[in-house]
């Protein structure tokens, strides 16, 4: 089909359903690997020989291009094509998986998960993007909602689905599966979805911005993880040339015309204290989603299986309860839920304290886990919506394109950061005695980030900012940058919730 089909699309016809579909395997090739890298990280370091420090880099390689290139992907869909760019991700996303699967050492595998994050760059944001762009207005949301659910599914399947496959056929069959889901992906895509693009979308590329974040990021990320090992020369070194990196792109940034991140967002203190939040909250999911799969391993004795299925709970409350949360959210203002979700969140993490060499699933993991899905599920919606309503409406989707790159961010520092903090280095991740007084001090930090998180919002957040009377109505964002992904980075797969007229949805992937 032709751009010329763009908008006009219904839900209730034979291709309307396949496109629905096609943007639900693209994402779920992303959500699954999430859910299932995490439940495979001890298997993969005792096979390949790996210490802790290569096993953070397995994850954060990934996040790290990922972060950086996500707003550059869903501008390349702008202009050269969302179909075009979208495809191109999954086929990258897909050579780069196989590559995953046939790594011979960890260094390698750590290079093919830098270039599967490419790959998701690409990919995430074209996902919503193309919804968007294709469906006629009045089947839009409807569409969004059903692209939610489904993702549900499939997040719901992820753990479950990665512990059986690393209790099997083995750890590289998380990335084999990302095959046949890449190759249903294009097959439906290149007969069934139709070309789009923005027709405005002339300016530059903020290319020299993606690539100073980038490094930036990777430079502090590689200082706080071999810090770990010791304040060396090179943990120094690494660290202030990547401050220097970050001050120089914000310097590029306000200097170019057409900046990746237009800093004057960050004029509207709400914009500003909501993605402080965001960092702190997001940075202590990633750090539990990280630690707790370990734990639960090395520590409790729990099979990959076991420990996948451990998270389920999670995204069960989600599926259940994220739309109402929503609504919620919107009729009470977002002060109150971007609070107690925290604090919930932080009384979830400090009953994973209870989880031991001797734990129990449903007395010690199950409640903890429960308690902290209840959190998030009444802070995830709100967030999205409060990030919305800080700036113009014409600004709605850079705005949770940023939100979204700041809990990516988050999470890729903590990853790097916590398990330094918490004392954990070298092969000591597969001692149990020294996981489990790691995991200890790691969830007591993962505590106070949650615990700040809420006092941030308490202190920034006033009023009913969703209400249209008190503040400028808040729009669904248009997609092209990558809206509806500001779930987790490292989560077991949360689901985003079906969103209503004018409130967006979170994506978790």
């Not at 953070?56 to 869909?77: D, F, K, P, V």
């Not at 992820?158 to 097959?187: C, K, Q, T």
Request: proline share 6%; hydrophobic share 55%; net charge neutral.
């Amino acid at each position: 089909m032709t751009t010329t089909d763009a908008g006009t699309l219904r839900l209730g016809t034979a291709q309307g359903r396949w496109v629905l579909l096609a943007t639900v395997l693209g994402s779920s090739m992303a959500m699954l690997d999430g859910t299932v890298v995490n439940v495979a990280l001890p298997r993969i370091g005792t096979d390949l020989g790996a210490q802790l420090d290569a096993l953070q880099w397995t994850l954060n390689a990934y996040l790290l291009t990922l972060a950086g290139l996500i707003l550059l992907g869903g501008a390349l869909g702008d202009r050269y094509g969302r179909r075009r760019i979208f495809l191109l991700g999954v086929v990258w996303f897909a050579a780069a998986s196989a590559a995953c699967a046939a790594a011979p050492t960890i260094e390698v595998l750590i290079a093919a998960r830098a270039v599967q994050g490419v790959g998701g760059a690409l990919l995430t944001p074209g996902s919503l993007a193309m919804l968007q762009a294709v469906f006629h207005p009045d089947d839009r949301s409807a569409a969004v909602g059903l692209w939610s659910g489904f993702g549900g599914v499939s997040a719901a399947v992820g753990p479950f689905l990665g512990g059986w496959l690393v209790d099997g056929p083995g750890w590289r069959w998380i990335f084999l599966l990302n095959l046949p889901l890449a190759a249903m992906v294009i097959a439906v895509s290149a007969r069934h979805v139709p070309e789009s693009r923005d027709e405005s979308s002339t300016g530059h590329f903020d290319v020299l911005g993606a690539v100073l974040a980038a490094l930036a990021l990777g430079m502090i990320t590689y200082a706080l993880t071999a810090a770990g090992n010791g304040l060396s020369a090179t943990v120094w070194v690494t660290g202030t040339a990547g401050l220097l990196l970050g001050a120089a792109f914000i310097v590029v940034e306000r200097r170019t015309p057409e900046p990746m991140l237009p800093l004057g967002l960050f004029s509207s203190r709400l914009f500003t204290a909501v993605n402080l939040v965001t960092l702190a909250v997001y940075a202590a999911f990633s750090g539990v989603f990280f630690l707790l799969v370990v734990q639960l391993q090395i520590v409790s004795g729990f099979s990959p299986l076991v420990s996948g299925l451990a998270l389920v709970p999670i995204t069960v409350i989600m599926l259940a309860l994220s739309a109402r949360a929503g609504r919620l959210g919107k009729r009470i203002g977002p002060r109150l839920p971007l609070t107690v979700g925290p604090l919930l969140c932080a009384v979830g993490v400090l009953l994973m304290l209870r989880i031991g060499p001797d734990a129990s699933y449903w007395a010690d993991v199950l409640p903890a886990v429960a308690v902290m899905g209840s959190g998030m599920v009444l802070l995830v919606a709100p967030l999205t919506a409060t990030v919305l309503a800080a700036v113009e409406v014409r600004h709605a989707g850079i705005a949770s394109g940023v939100n979204n790159a700041a809990a990516r961010a988050a999470g890729l520092l903590a990853v790097a950061a916590l398990p330094s903090l918490a004392g954990l280095s070298g092969d000591a991740y597969q001692v149990p005695a020294a996981v489990d007084s790691a995991f200890h001090t790691a969830m007591l930090i993962c505590a106070g980030l949650l615990v700040a998180g809420g006092l941030t919002a308490l202190a920034t957040v006033h009023g009913n900012v969703l209400a249209p009377e008190d503040h400028h109505p808040v729009a669904e964002p248009d997609c092209r940058y990558a809206c509806g992904t500001n779930a987790p980075p490292l989560d077991p797969g949360h689901p985003a919730p079906p969103p209503d007229r004018g409130h967006p949805a979170p994506e978790q992937g």
